[in-house]
């Protein structure tokens, strides 16, 4: 499976992006979703994650609200909306994928987009 994620970039404080990741191989509709972030001088987190169907999201705390994970199966497609963008949002984002029976770590990874949020 690979992954391509994009639409990373430098935006004001309040502002919107849109982060978008192609999946090519594998059986895209039966794998678990996720983003991860990796903000300057932190280690790799989770931002948010999606079950195979979309039916159930899940998020952390510093971005409830604000972030919406989604999957267009039929494009084999991750997206992540990111509303009121605050600098602390900083960092490089990932898209991540695995099988819905590994329940330990994702198995696929994709290369990451900078996402800049400038106060």
């Known amino acids: 499976v690979q992954l391509q994620a994009s639409g990373g970039g430098s935006v004001q404080a309040g502002g919107s992006l849109r982060l978008s990741c192609a999946a090519s191989g594998g059986t895209f509709s039966t794998y678990v979703l996720g983003w991860f972030r990796q903000s300057p001088g932190k280690e790799r987190e989770p931002v948010a994650s999606?079950?195979?169907?979309?039916?159930?999201?899940l998020y952390v705390d510093p971005v409830k609200g604000r972030f919406t994970i989604s999957r267009d199966n039929a494009k084999n497609t991750i997206l992540l909306q990111m509303n009121s963008l605050k600098p602390e949002d900083t960092g490089v984002y990932y898209c991540a994928a695995r099988p819905a029976t590994d329940v330990d770590a994702y198995r696929w990874w994709g290369q990451g987009t900078q996402v800049t949020v400038s106060s």
């Open positions: 999606i079950s195979r169907s979309g039916g159930l999201t």
